[in-house]
């Protein structure tokens, strides 16, 4: 059974710092790209960053310089470490594995974060 279970949200004063971790079970993690959704009260999930299974990484214009995703495969762990946060990137943050093929894609539950001005 394929688990994706996040952690590390809460709430934080603007300016503030989190670092989120998906730990992932029921799959061959080094074969599948990572990525961290946000999604906000009455919007879409948005993409904020993801790495491949090689390690290269993208982000959402909005986090760039704020924002690092990495990985852990030996932790089968994807981190998003969040700096300099605004009350904008309040939401809910999820975890999203695909596998390399596309072939298969999975989610996690979610973190909530909230921060306050």
């Known amino acids: 059974q394929v688990q994706l279970v996040e952690s590390g949200g809460g709430l934080v004063q603007a300016g503030g710092s989190l670092r989120l971790s998906c730990a992932a079970s029921?799959?061959?993690?080094?074969?599948?790209?990572m990525g961290w959704y946000v999604q906000a009260p009455g919007k879409q999930r948005e993409p904020v960053a993801s790495?491949?299974?090689?390690?290269?990484?993208n982000y959402a214009d909005s986090v760039k310089g704020r924002f690092t995703i990495s990985r852990d495969n030996a932790k089968n762990t994807v981190f998003l470490q969040m700096n300099s946060l605004t009350p904008e990137d309040t939401g809910g943050y999820l975890c999203?594995?695909?596998?390399?093929?596309?072939?298969?894609?999975?989610w996690g539950q979610g973190t909530q974060v909230t921060v306050s001005s």
């Open positions: 790495i491949t299974a090689d390690g290269a990484t």
């Open positions: 999203n594995a695909r596998h390399l093929w596309g072939v298969y894609d999975y």
């Open positions: 029921g799959i061959i993690f080094s074969r599948y790209d």
